[in-house]
């Protein structure tokens, strides 16, 4: 008999299998150059199986933060300070977030989006979701009386200038710090 744990390690193995296989191929012939059908090949699944596990190709290089990721981060910040400093803690909250596998999968991913005129293309589409995910989790503390337009403003802004930190850190390949690269960018979101 098959227990629900040996099942949840099974999916997260294979799981793990497609996203592995799939950043070798990545790495080795380049994002658009890869398809579907080579990665789950390459994994030993169905291209069916490649899709119970991943949206799209595009998914393995870059992810979603759930919707309580988001929640967790922000609610943690200081509510009392304007909303751009809240969600600018919150950047570097989530930046700090990354452990250094972590930090080393997060750039291996991002090196390769900045060698894909499609995924770069593709980020600003991550960027919106997220950032839809930012002001949901931010329309519950909104004061009464403000304008929702400066909110999606606010939320717009600086989760493209998330997008410019992780970057701009892949384009360097990481010779500078996550958290250098975030300073200087987020300080030129602030003279703004």
Not at 59 to 77: F, G, K, N, R
Not at 108 to 122: C, H
Not at 129 to 155: H, I, Q
């Amino acid at each position: 008999m098959t227990t629900p744990d040996w099942r949840a390690r099974k999916r997260d193995e294979t799981h793990r299998r497609i996203y592995q296989t799939g950043m070798r191929l990545f790495q080795e012939r380049g994002f658009d150059r890869v398809s579907v059908g080579d990665i789950a090949s390459a994994s030993k699944v169905s291209v069916p199986t490649f899709y119970a596990h991943f949206q799209n190709k595009e998914h393995i290089v870059m992810q979603m933060p759930t919707q309580d990721e988001v929640d967790a981060i922000l609610s943690a910040q200081p509510t009392d300070v304007p909303l751009a400093e809240r969600i600018r803690s919150g950047i570097l909250a989530w930046i700090a977030h990354y452990g250094p596998e972590e930090r080393a999968e997060l750039l291996a991913r991002w090196r390769i989006v900045v060698a894909s005129p499609t995924l770069r293309n593709q980020a600003a589409t991550f960027e919106r979701a997220t950032a839809g995910l930012v002001s949901d989790a931010l329309k519950a503390d909104a004061r009464p009386g403000s304008s929702p337009v400066a909110m999606e403003v606010v939320v717009t802004a600086s989760l493209s200038a998330y997008t410019q930190i992780i970057l701009r850190w892949a384009e360097a390949d990481g010779r500078l710090s996550l958290e250098e690269v975030a300073e200087a960018v987020l300080g030129a979101l602030r003279e703004l």
